[in-house]
Nanobody
Framework: QVQLVESGGGMVQAGGSLRLSCAAS????????TGWFRQAPGKEREFVGN????????EYSDSVKGRFTISRDSAKNTVDLQMNSLKPEDSALYSC?????????????WGQGTQVIVSS
């Protein structure tokens, strides 16, 4: 199993930046992909982006492409989400999740989330 803990959320003005971190523990050697998701009140959960632990490849949703960057620190088993040029519509609960062993697995392990509020 894998345990995930997010940190770094908070309140920021529009145009500002925040850096979220997802710390993994447990069977981290089995992690294949870590993804970031967000959910605003009254809305469905939305995919933000992900990173492949094997080759470092990343992908992003169109809504954050060019503003958000996902990176991984293999020594610390952390995956960071750097968020720049934040907009009020980026406000949400941000959660990380992992796929184990294969990129075709489901995101079976989730963190508790960290809140991001962007004021206009």
């Amino acid at each position: 199993q894998v345990q995930l803990v997010e940190s770094g959320g908070g309140m920021v003005q529009a145009g500002g930046s925040l850096r979220l971190s997802c710390a993994a523990s447990g069977e981290t050697n089995k992690i294949y992909i870590t993804g970031w998701f967000r959910q605003a009140p009254g809305k469905e959960r939305e995919f933000v982006g992900n990173i492949d632990w094997h080759n470092g490849n990343t992908e992003y949703s169109d809504s954050v492409k060019g503003r958000f960057t996902i990176s991984r620190d293999s020594a610390k088993n952390t995956v960071d989400l750097q968020m720049n040029s934040l907009k009020p519509e980026d406000s949400a609960l941000y959660s990380c999740a992992t796929k184990l062993l294969t990129p075709y697995a489901n995101y079976n392990y989730w963190g508790q989330g960290t809140q991001v509020i962007v004021s206009s």
